[in-house]
């Protein structure tokens, strides 16, 4: 049974930091690419970042270019996100979420797993 857990969310002031992880079991994710997903109430969901299976390439949502970064270890199965210069706009639901084999994509629809998300909440 494939599982993917994210931890590290919370309450944090705005221009603090936070780093999620993404643990995930029941395969190898070696082939995948593994990417960040968030929803704000009354929202639809959003892509934040990913990050090919490789390591190679990495795309970022313009709104936290330069503030996010995201990484991984394969060795472990998991899936990180840096976020620094955090702003309220940024208060939402975040998902981790792994992509179809050797798919690298930005679209909820090239994603099969999910994890249950982690609520980030960032006040003013």
């Known amino acids: 049974q494939v599982q993917l857990v994210e931890s590290g969310g919370g309450l944090v002031q705005a221009g603090g930091s936070l780093r999620l992880s993404c643990a995930a079991s029941?395969?190898?994710?070696?082939?995948?690419?593994m990417g960040w997903f968030r929803q704000a109430p009354g929202k639809e969901r959003e892509f934040v970042a990913v990050?090919?299976?490789?390591?190679?390439?990495?795309y970022y949502a313009d709104s936290v270019t330069g503030r996010f970064t995201i990484s991984r270890d394969n060795a472990k199965n998991t899936v990180y996100l840096q976020m620094n210069s955090l702003k309220p706009d940024d208060t939402a639901v975040y998902y981790c979420?792994?992509?179809?084999?050797?798919?690298?994509?930005?679209?909820?629809?090239?994603?099969?797993?999910w994890g249950q998300g982690t609520q980030v909440t960032v006040s003013s």
């Open positions: 990050l090919s299976w490789n390591g190679v390439n990495t």
């Open positions: 979420a792994t992509s179809k084999p050797y798919t690298v994509r930005r679209d909820a629809m090239g994603y099969d797993y």
């Open positions: 029941g395969r190898t994710f070696s082939r995948s690419a």
